[in-house]
T-cell receptor, first 113, second 115 residues
Framework: AQTVTQSQPEMSVQEAETVTLSCTYD???????LFWYKQPPSRQMILVIR??????QNATENRFSVNFQKAAKSFSLKISDSQLGDTAMYFC??????????FGSGTRLQVQP | DSGVTQTPKHLITATGQRVTLRCSPR?????VYWYQQSLDQGLQFLIQ???????AKGNILERFSAQQFPDLHSELNLSSLELGDSALYFC??????????????FGQGTRLTVV
């Protein structure tokens, strides 16, 4: 079974600075997808970024980028120029065909003014 | 707005009771997923329906059941409720069943409180 581990329960960053959230996963499969979801206080689950395992290039969405290390089974999220609106829980998730998403336990990010 | 609508947003009920949570997927999406999120934890997959048929099952209790109707909306039925069933229940939808979750969008969730 796939597992997703987020080892940082809480993190804090100053506004405008950069922060990196860690995620590791365990799978014996070769083709899969990885995601970062944001859950603000409103509780809405918002897709931040997605990475296909077969793509070597790291995904980027504006201020959000990932460092995908397939051999190390690592998938970290970098948030540049942090904004107060980035304050949220961040969940790493794994998906392989014909299964459902497997989520990590989350990292609570607080952006300080 | 993800386009996925869940009702009700909040629900308070007593132990032993039965409730129904409703999900309307995005227009055109055939697949619906149900997840449970207990306090400050990650989401746990319950069940998936694709075009009216059950596609995958996760850690769903026997007291829970779901269905997807011809108009593609879905309902999650929770019965003989216990205090531990208090959680946020999410519905997600995607156009396809596999690999549906590469394109899935979540609703705002239904917060269930069992007292």
């Amino acid at each position: 079974a796939q597992t997703v581990t987020q080892s940082q329960p809480e993190m804090s960053v100053q506004e405008a600075e950069t922060v990196t959230l860690s995620c590791t996963y365990d799978t014996s499969e070769n083709n899969y997808y990885l995601f970062w979801y944001k859950q603000p206080p409103s509780r809405q689950m918002i897709l931040v970024i997605r990475q296909e395992a077969y793509k070597q290039q790291n995904a980027t969405e504006n201020r959000f980028s990932v460092n995908f290390q397939k051999a190390a089974k690592s998938f970290s999220l970098k948030i540049s120029d942090s904004q107060l609106g980035d304050t949220a829980m961040y969940f790493c998730a794994f998906y392989m065909g014909r299964r459902a998403l497997t989520f990590g336990s989350g990292t609570r990010l607080q952006v300080q003014p | 707005d993800s386009g996925v609508t869940q009702t009700p947003k909040h629900l308070i009920t007593a132990t032993g009771q039965r409730v129904t949570l409703r999900c309307s997927p995005r227009s055109g999406d055939l697949s619906v997923y149900w997840y449970q999120q207990s306090l400050d934890q990650g989401l746990q997959f319950l069940i998936q329906y694709y075009n009216g048929e059950e596609r995958a099952k996760g850690n769903i209790l026997e007291r829970f059941s779901a269905q997807q109707f011809p108009d593609l909306h879905s309902e999650l039925n929770l019965s003989s409720l216990e205090l531990g069933d208090s959680a946020l229940y999410f519905c997600a939808s995607s156009p396809r069943g596999d690999p549906g979750h590469t394109e899935a969008f979540f609703g705002q969730g239904t917060r269930l409180t069992v007292v």
